[in-house]
């Protein structure tokens, strides 16, 4: 039987290295807006209001590898 090795980051990381596009709705318009999963807010074209993600907690708050990983994630690099 081969040992089980340690990953030196989690998977969740890539959420934060490799962003995809998330829809949103704007609080004061309505209208559908992108925004990626690594921007906690973004701009309505339409009426110009500022729109907040509503973040949650993510690994980077309980994993035995946030530390690494933010640093990772502070230099945009993976290794």
Request: overall charge neutral.
């Amino acid at each position: 039987m081969t040992p089980k090795t340690l990953p030196e980051t989690c998977p969740g990381i890539n959420k934060f290295i490799r962003p995809t596009p998330e829809t949103i709705n704007c609080h004061s318009c309505g209208r559908s807006l992108e925004i990626w999963s690594d921007e906690t807010q973004t701009k309505c074209d339409d009426c110009g209001a500022q729109v907040s993600r509503e973040n949650g907690a993510s690994c980077l708050d309980y994993c035995e590898y946030a530390a690494k990983c933010k640093d990772i994630i502070s230099k945009k690099i993976i290794k």
